[in-house]
Every structure is written in C-alpha cells, then in structure tokens.
C-alpha cells in the first residue's frame, strides 16, 4: 500500500519560515501532478499549491502567493513547500496529495485521490 508522509510542520512565529516536504512509502506509483491542501477546524480544506511532474508547471491559491513556493524533486519523488512570511492565518493540518487522474480541476481536492496524513503547521502572533 502506497503511503504519503508528510514532514517539516511545527511551531513558528508569525513572518517567520517553515518547509514541508512529502514523500512516498512503500509501493512506488505514478501520477500526473502532487499537491498541497490545508484544512482548519470547522473549515474545508482548501487548496495551497500544486506542481506537475512532467514539466514543473506551478499552482498558487491567491492567500498564499508570493510566499509560498512548491518544489520537486524527481529523481527522489518527493515534493516541498516552501512557507515564507507565515502569518496566524496559515495554521492548519497541511496535508500532502497526489493526482493520479487529469479529470477535475488541479486546485480542487477531488481530482487527488491519494494522501497523506498531515502534519501541524501553526504560527503564532
């Protein structure tokens, strides 16, 4: 069973810097692009950035341009966000994620079906 794990979440202060990173466990796999999703309570996870294999195309949600920069390493398969200029608002569960199919639009968290479990970021005032 293939295994996203996400690592690097913690505390900060708010401007401060943190960087994720996701890796796969287990039975190696394919797929078309990874992305990251953050989810606070009480809200929906929404979108942060997304990056495709193929030529490293890059996707931002508006809340995080310009601060957040996603990375890829193909050789290790693995992928990163970079977090700048955190602020409070960032807090939440970020989880890691794979798109294995091209339906659906790369910012919505129903064309990824493959995740990881999440790792704290939280950034304090």
């Known amino acids: 069973q293939v295994q996203l794990v996400e690592s690097g979440g913690g505390l900060v202060q708010a401007g401060g810097s943190l960087r994720l990173s996701c890796a796969a466990s287990?039975?190696?796999?394919?797929?078309?692009?990874m992305g990251w999703f953050r989810q606070a309570p009480g809200k929906e996870r929404e979108f942060v950035a997304a990056?495709?294999?193929?030529?490293?195309?890059?996707y931002y949600a508006d809340s995080v341009k310009g601060r957040f920069t996603i990375s890829r390493d193909n050789a290790q398969n693995t992928v990163s966000l970079e977090m700048n200029s955190l602020k409070p608002e960032d807090t939440a569960v970020y989880y890691c994620?794979?798109?294995?199919?091209?339906?659906?639009?790369?910012?919505?968290?129903?064309?990824?079906?493959?995740w990881g479990q999440g790792t704290q970021v939280t950034v304090s005032s």
């Open positions: 287990g039975r190696t796999f394919s797929s078309y692009a």
């Open positions: 990056i495709t294999w193929s030529n490293g195309n890059t």
């Open positions: 994620a794979a798109r294995r199919s091209l339906a659906g639009r790369i910012t919505s968290r129903y064309a990824y079906d493959l």
